[in-house]
């Protein structure tokens, strides 16, 4: 009784012989830094809330939420107006 041939698997290519696709990184749009530095701002607005809220009988502190809230809404107002409002979104993370 003879045995069956085996068959001896083809080598592979090696990874390193295989070379990636060489893509051009994604550059942000220019907005990007806007968009960042409003949402950092927002992200202030907010813990300063917090802050007031846990200070809550300290004189003022209500006052302090109100106005923080007003600014919150402005930006909410001007972010609905779309691409158009990016002057006004500089300006109001600047304030």
């Given at each position: 009784m003879s045995?069956?041939?085996?068959?001896?698997?083809?080598?592979?290519?090696?990874a390193a012989a295989i070379e990636p696709?060489?893509?051009?990184?994604?550059?942000?749009?220019p907005s990007s830094d806007l968009d960042a530095r409003v949402t950092?701002?927002?992200?202030?607005?907010?813990?300063?809330?917090l802050e007031h809220k846990k200070n809550s009988?300290?004189?003022?502190a209500a006052e302090a939420?109100?106005?923080?809230?007003?600014?919150?809404?402005e930006l909410a107002s001007i972010v609905k107006?779309?691409?158009?409002?990016?002057g006004r979104l500089d300006e109001w993370v600047s304030r």
């Open positions: 045995t069956p041939p085996v068959a001896v698997p083809k080598p592979r290519a090696r696709k060489r893509v051009a990184p994604i550059t942000p749009p950092n701002r927002k992200q202030e607005l907010i813990a300063e809330i009988s300290r004189a003022g939420i109100d106005r923080i809230k007003a600014r919150l809404l107006e779309g691409p158009k409002a990016r």
